[in-house]
């Protein structure tokens, strides 16, 4: 078995992700969400680390503001911790978002894979359509 395989046999924290997903929701509100890029997990056994970077919409319609989420997760003998960080990177034309993401996968190097793509538009109902693909029984916290 090679490194990649044992990569991809770790469990991580299958609930990490969407309990991410729904505190973003909650924080910035579905109806501020423009796009979503969800970057494949780090998973170490029963730990994981992710990275969501969110395209807001502004008053100004010309311009995006780009929020980082980031991750961390461990399935202990309590549960489920997650602590997700928020944090602000920037303003920007939403056109400037592709290239700055293309630069954040050359920098994690290979291995890493390339994000997910979600467009939301200011949509609860993408939103929710997203979080449908995700087991509910994933979505309830325990401990």
Same mark, same amino acid.
């Given at each position: 078995?090679? !490194?990649? *395989?044992?990569?991809?046999?770790?469990?991580?924290?299958?609930?990490?992700?969407?309990?991410?997903?729904?505190?973003?929701?909650?924080?910035?509100?579905?109806?501020?969400?423009?796009?979503?890029?969800?970057?494949?997990?780090?998973?170490?056994?029963?730990?994981? !680390?992710?990275?969501?970077?969110?395209?807001?919409?502004?008053?100004?319609?010309?311009?995006?503001?780009?929020?980082?989420?980031?991750?961390?997760?461990?399935?202990?003998? !309590?549960?489920?911790?997650?602590?997700?960080?928020?944090?602000?990177?920037?303003?920007?034309?939403?056109?400037?978002?592709?290239?700055?993401?293309?630069?954040?996968?050359?920098?994690?190097?290979?291995?890493?894979?390339?994000?997910?793509?979600?467009?939301?538009?200011?949509?609860?109902?993408?939103?929710?359509?997203?979080?449908?693909?995700? *087991?509910? *029984?994933?979505?309830?916290?325990?401990?």
């Amino acid at each position: 078995m090679g !490194q990649d *395989d044992i990569r991809s046999a770790d469990p991580g924290v299958p609930g990490a992700l969407p309990r991410t997903l729904i505190r973003l929701r909650d924080r910035l509100g579905a109806d501020s969400v423009d796009q979503l890029w969800i970057f494949p997990p780090v998973r170490r056994g029963r730990r994981e !680390q992710g990275l969501v970077a969110v395209s807001t919409f502004q008053e100004d319609e010309d311009r995006r503001r780009m929020v980082t989420v980031s991750y961390n997760a461990e399935h202990t003998g !309590q549960g489920i911790a997650i602590e997700p960080v928020f944090t602000h990177e920037g303003d920007a034309p939403p056109d400037r978002f592709p290239g700055v993401i293309s630069g954040v996968v050359e920098r994690a190097g290979t291995g890493r894979g390339k994000p997910r793509e979600v467009s939301i538009e200011g949509s609860n109902q993408k939103f929710e359509e997203l979080m449908e693909e995700f *087991d509910a *029984d994933l979505l309830i916290e325990v401990g």
